[in-house]
């Protein structure tokens, strides 16, 4: 039997391999079940997007023995389809319409469970459904034992965030070689968007489009705003590329920038590569964040770099590790993040330069290659 399955699926034994590891986690927290409905965790670890619908579909990898899949009925050719040869290694239970499942999962658990962990973004009226059929099962977060497994990346892994990385790059050169003055700030969003997909994402996640005052507020909605000569613009883009995030930032000006706002960038881009080239196993991530924060700092601009330097990345474009103060976690390879300082002078102008960046043995990759010098567009 021949099943066509998305060329974003890795071979099974990655998702063998992270289901163990999954029941390896949960043990090593005394949690006897992960009990995971479909999400981000769900598709890390069968290779597919189930629907999150009313229906209650849950994955629960025990820490001993085989994992199940309880699902409705009508479902489940759905399933078997996605998962292919995977489907073996899982016990599929199908529950009829007429059926409690909740009453399903605490069957399979009764006896075996102490202590259950609930998927971070599992629907509340699960949650208290669980938590009634469970009693007197305790449930507690899953997400601990999911991040210690997310967070480190694999070469397969690392080698998709490169591609979207680069697609993300593509249309961030793209974008840089049109006319920005005298289109919108929604134009050119929605033109970035066309860029990514053009690019080879499969969806255009976000399109940062931050021009002229806009540019000094780092998350600002794209408006009708229409870009003018002597706006400075950041660009903020990113989306999903064979089921893993890229995110990039460049800055440009409209005309010539004049010296002040050269200097300020000079000092932001030479923060940003102290910070990527002080990425290495061993350092921590708040140190990290300190490397830039220093130099930004010494420019005269502390005060205007309001946020952390960076986030982890992966299937999601926020993820751990986040790269701020407070965060000893020392860096491992195959941690992956941006680093994204930026200086934002309140009313007047703003800039932000973000590169994916993955910790390697020997030190750390930059993923993205688009250039970082300033720029200047018609
Ligand atoms: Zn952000
Ligand atoms: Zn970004
Ligand atoms: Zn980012």
Redesign the pocket.
């Known amino acids: 039997m021949t099943v066509a399955i998305s060329t974003s699926r890795f071979a099974d034994a990655v998702y063998r391999d992270r289901l163990q590891r999954a029941a390896g986690e949960a043990a090593a927290r005394d949690i006897d079940a992960l009990l995971i409905t479909p999400s981000v965790d769900y598709g890390y670890l069968l290779g597919y997007r189930a629907p999150a619908m009313e229906r209650l579909t849950c994955l629960i990898v025990p820490a001993q023995g085989q994992p199940w899949l309880v699902l409705p009925h009508l479902e489940e050719p759905l399933a078997r389809h996605e998962l292919g040869q995977l489907a073996a290694d899982l016990a599929i239970v199908p529950w009829d319409e007429t059926e409690d499942p909740f009453w399903v999962v605490r069957d399979l658990l009764e006896g075996h469970a102490m202590r259950a962990g609930v998927q971070d973004q599992m629907w509340a009226r699960f949650v208290l459904r669980l938590r009634a059929a469970l009693d007197p099962i305790e449930l507690v977060e899953a997400g601990p034992a999911m991040s210690a497994l997310r967070r480190i990346k694999t070469p397969e892994e690392i080698d998709r965030l490169r591609l979207a990385a680069r697609a993300a790059d593509e249309a961030m050169d793209a974008i840089r070689a049109e006319r920005f003055a005298g289109r919108t700030e929604r134009e050119l969003s929605a033109r970035i968007r066309e860029l990514l997909l053009a690019a080879g994402h499969q969806s255009a996640e976000?399109a940062?489009v931050a021009s002229g005052p806009n540019s000094a507020s780092p998350h600002h909605e794209p408006s009708d705003r229409v870009i003018e000569p002597g706006d400075a613009v950041v660009l903020?883009?990113?989306g999903i590329r064979d089921g893993y995030a890229s995110?990039?930032?460049r800055t440009v000006f409209v005309g010539e920038p004049p010296r002040e706002f050269r200097l300020m960038y000079d000092v932001l881009q030479r923060a940003q590569l102290a910070a990527c080239t002080a990425v290495a196993p061993g350092m921590t991530a708040e140190e990290v964040d300190r490397a830039d924060r220093h130099l930004i700092g010494e420019g005269g601009y502390g005060d205007a770099f309001i946020h952390r330097t960076g986030h982890g990345i992966g299937m999601e474009v926020h993820e751990e590790p986040y790269i701020v103060e407070g965060n000893a976690e020392p860096l491992r390879p195959g941690h992956a993040f941006?680093i994204?300082p930026g200086i934002y002078v309140a009313g007047t102008w703003g800039a932000r330069i973000?590169d994916i960046v993955v910790c390697t043995e020997e030190g750390s990759e930059v993923l993205n290659r688009s250039s970082r010098e300033l720029i200047s567009v018609d």
């Open positions: 976000f940062i903020d883009i990113g995110d990039t930032s941006s994204e973000e």
